[in-house]
């Protein structure tokens, strides 16, 4: 299912934070924003989840302007996983997952036969079955923020946003939580588009990536366009050594310096 941004335009008060934006999501496709701190991306991910309302500008989910639809329309299509997300203290693993399947229910808003097998699903293609009865508290960083996952795939999305998901999590578990985002892009055939500071896990595991740069687009491309001497030095300010990954063929950096008073790579004073 493709995602279209158009124009969008937010503000906080009357701040604009994100300024005409407009890329697409194709189906399929696993897309990564980033940009610096306070450059808009959580920002844009809100107003894409209809959590903010656009200055101005269109969403479009297949086509279709998601400001014109139904709540739970939207909620059986796209899913979100916000940098926040708290469980009340008695909730077990199951009861949070089963929280999924609220667009899907009906007038009675009891789960079916039918509602218990997809929260059954999303706890096996997240590892996360030998936890059900757990309480969600419980869990460990690395877990938790499979638990949220596997309520966000219970609703059985086919585009699923993902604020930052890395966050307080140690590299192990990053690496472990991006496997698992990845494979569920690669064999469900899940849109993803997430949010990351760490550009060299943004350069592994995307398609493409988006630079936000004060608000607005100042690159999009392949992680190969993007990982770039001038993109790095003009929205991240720092010197970089670009090496490329022999297995994956996607490429990494090292950095040097800051901008400020850096040495070129060729030993010149920059």
Known sequence: MKLELLDLSVAYGKEPVVQNVSFSIESGELLTVIGANGSGKSTLMKAIARSLRPLNGTVLLDGKS????????????????????????????????????????GVAGRLSVDDFHAVDRALELTRMTPLAHRNVNTLSGGERQRAWISMALAQEPRVLLLDEPTTFLDISHQFDLLELINT??????????????????????????????DGRVHRIGTPDEIIAHDVLSEVFNIRVRILKDPEYGCPYFIPIRSEEGCIDLDGAAG
């Open 184 to 213: 569920l892009n690669e064999e469900s055939g899940l849109t993803i588009m997430m949010v990351l500071h760490d550009l060299n896990q943004a350069a592994r595991y995307s398609h493409r990536i988006v630079v936000l740069q």
């Open 66 to 105: 998601i400001a014109k639809e139904d709540t739970k329309a939207i909620a059986r299509k796209l899913a979100i996983l916000p940098q926040v997300h708290n469980a009340p203290p008695d909730f077990t693993v199951r009861d949070l997952v089963s929280y999924g399947r609220f667009p899907h229910l």
